[in-house]
């Protein structure tokens, strides 16, 4: 009797890009309403504003139409609890839990419906855990000597045989196989399908599982830590050497740090100052924090990860042989070797270094064009010199993604703020970059195989694909994200067209793109509102509010990984067919493990 198992295109189905574009649509939708009839009657919100904040908050594009002070506490209590859920953090959470949850499901699965003959050594029942010991003490029902000599996989592309190239993933105690033609899944090649067999794809469903279960509680500490810690440290420090500028807009001093912390690591922007962050210009410790949070929440995300991820591993590695905590160093290496697999928003060591590299030019830009353009400007020049220098740091911070203000827009050098456009507009890019380079660099060093000609061709040809890649990344960007915001900038103002023709200043075209730039990338700086502590988009019609939600909600699905991304995507099922030797037809329906 043999078993048969492939991987296969399974049919469309609702998957991470659909319950991200269905979250982000009818979440909104019903919290606006309760946010409408939460209103109080001497500070009525119209519906389309209720709307337009609720839509800004959970997007974290951090604009507002009414000042925040003004609302109330169940109001702002809402916008910070749509921060939180809108977070791109939090969502992943879910999602690893999912895939953790579908893995289990398989793998379970698979453990009751293995041949009696696999399972003489577990002549006693028991509940199934998969760890990666049952790979190494044999548990695994994998055929090593196949998998050692080299697998013929029937598929493939025009029906041609592979032969699955093997990698390891050494540990100091052990080796982990993996199958070429399974860390393809990790790239993307072919949709994110490959042929695999059945010993193939079990250790690594059983590893990935591990992995899963590792992130699971990783990535909710993570989350969990920074917040918490960051808005108690906040919350003191406001209630004990700035409590004045809570007071005055009528907030309580530690609500003020809690929910300046959660907007800073969400990346929403949204204060309950009125004039967001210029009263704490000189508040060294406030800033320090804000912009570590800022960081850790968005930009730099992938690289804190990894860090923290790669000194788990070096302590589990210190630990003595036969520690209980020991078992989980390969799941940890798996992860750092094979990000791609396990986690869409971790990568590779030499895509992160890039990606940090990345974080401190732009940045550096943002920063030094500050101090650069300040030295004529006397609202920054009023600024202490040493506070002066740090308020730049914050600014660049959030202009990247933060969306917090320590002075003024409004009142900025012009070429600044042409600067800050570019820089919002280039907000996700390098994370994005990352990950598809990321894709390339896995599928080109998957080790020798029968067609590749020597180091370097192998070198030659990724200097070229990289080349490729990023000119390919330059014209997606300029046909996508150009005339997404090219439509919109031309319809806000030809709504606005009335108020151009009283105030052509105010309702420059260029404010307009700075404030729809600013929604699209979900930064949330903004130049401002005539008469009023809010964003620019407060003194527009209902009906540009209307199209700027459009356009927020539209930037927050900027990026997304594609549906065919293998690490979003669920282990569907398994099904195992019998069939009797010399008794297999080509019109028999082969079965196989999907991944949707």
């Not at 995300?301 to 989980?328: D, E, N, Q």
Request: hydrophobic share 40%.
């Amino acid at each position: 009797m043999s078993w048969h198992c492939r991987i296969y295109r399974s049919p469309p189905r609702f998957g991470f890009v659909s319950f991200h574009h269905v979250y982000f649509t009818f979440v909104p939708l019903l919290a606006s309403i309760v946010f409408w009839v939460s209103s109080k009657s001497s500070f009525s919100i119209s519906y389309v504003d209720s709307l337009f904040l609720v839509v800004s908050a959970m997007t974290g594009a951090g604009l507002n139409t009414v000042d925040l002070s003004k609302m109330t506490t169940w109001q702002q209590i809402m916008l910070c609890f749509l921060i939180f859920c809108g977070g791109s953090i939090w969502i992943s959470v879910w999602l690893i839990a999912a895939r953790r949850r579908s893995f289990q499901r398989l793998l379970s699965r698979e453990y009751r419906d293995r041949p009696s003959a696999q399972t003489d050594t577990d002549s006693v029942p028991r509940p199934w855990r998969a760890t990666f010991d049952d790979v190494s003490r044999g548990e695994c029902p994998i055929d090593r000597n196949a998998l050692s000599a080299g697998l013929g996989i029937q598929g493939g592309i025009n029906g041609f045989r592979r032969v699955a190239q093997l990698r390891h993933v050494e540990s100091e105690s052990r080796s982990f196989t993996v199958p070429a033609s399974v860390e393809k899944t990790s790239t993307g090649q072919d949709g994110g399908t490959a042929d695999a067999s059945v010993n193939e794809m079990q250790p690594i469903c059983r590893i990935e599982y591990e992995a899963l279960s590792i992130l699971s509680l990783v990535v909710p500490l993570y989350l969990v830590i920074w917040q918490l810690f960051g808005c108690i440290g906040l919350g003191a420090w406001i209630a004990n050497n700035r409590p004045a500028a809570a007071y005055t807009n009528g907030v309580n001093p530690w609500w003020l740090g809690v929910f300046n912390g959660i907007s800073a690591f969400n990346n929403s922007g949204m204060s309950l100052t009125d004039t967001n962050m210029i009263p704490f210009q000189t508040a060294h410790y406030l800033l320090i924090t804000m912009s570590f949070m800022i960081l850790a929440g968005n930009t730099a995300y992938p690289v804190f990860l990894r860090f923290c991820l790669w000194s788990i591993s070096r302590l589990l590695k210190s630990l003595p042989a036969g520690h209980a905590f020991t078992r989980w160093k390969p799941c940890v290496e798996y992860t750092l070797n094979y990000p791609g697999r396990v986690y869409h928003q971790l990568f590779s060591a030499r895509h992160t270094w890039w990606l940090f590299s990345m974080v401190i030019l732009l940045n550096g830009v943002s920063w030094a064009a500050f101090e650069l353009f300040g030295a004529y400007n006397p609202v920054i020049q009023s600024i202490p010199s040493g506070s002066r220098i740090l308020d730049g740091l914050f600014q660049a911070f959030a202009v990247r993604a933060g969306g917090f203000y320590v002075v003024p827009i409004a009142k900025l050098n012009i070429g600044l703020l042409v600067l800050y456009v570019i820089m919002m507009y280039l907000t996700p890019f390098p994370v994005i970059v990352t990950k598809r380079h990321g894709k390339i660099s896995e599928q080109r060093h998957q080790g020798p195989t029968l067609h590749s000609s020597g180091a370097g061709s192998l070198e030659e040809e990724e200097r070229v694909s990289l080349c490729k890649f990023i000119t390919q990344q330059v014209r997606g960007l300029q046909a996508d994200d150009v005339g997404v915001l090219a439509c919109a900038v031309f319809v806000i103002s030809s709504i606005e067209a009335s108020n151009f023709s009283r105030d052509p200043v105010s309702y420059s075209v260029f404010n307009i793109l700075f404030e729809t730039v600013s929604a699209y990338g979900c930064v949330g700086v903004s130049t401002g509102a005539r008469k009023k502590n809010c964003s620019f988009s407060g003194d527009w019609h209902d009906w540009s509010k209307l199209v700027l939600c459009i356009v927020m909600l539209q930037g927050r699905h900027r990026g997304l990984p594609a549906s065919t991304d293998y690490a979003v995507r669920l282990a569907d099922k398994v099904r195992h067919r019998s069939d009797q030797e010399g008794n297999e037809t080509g019109s028999q329906k082969p079965v196989g493990v999907s991944f949707c």
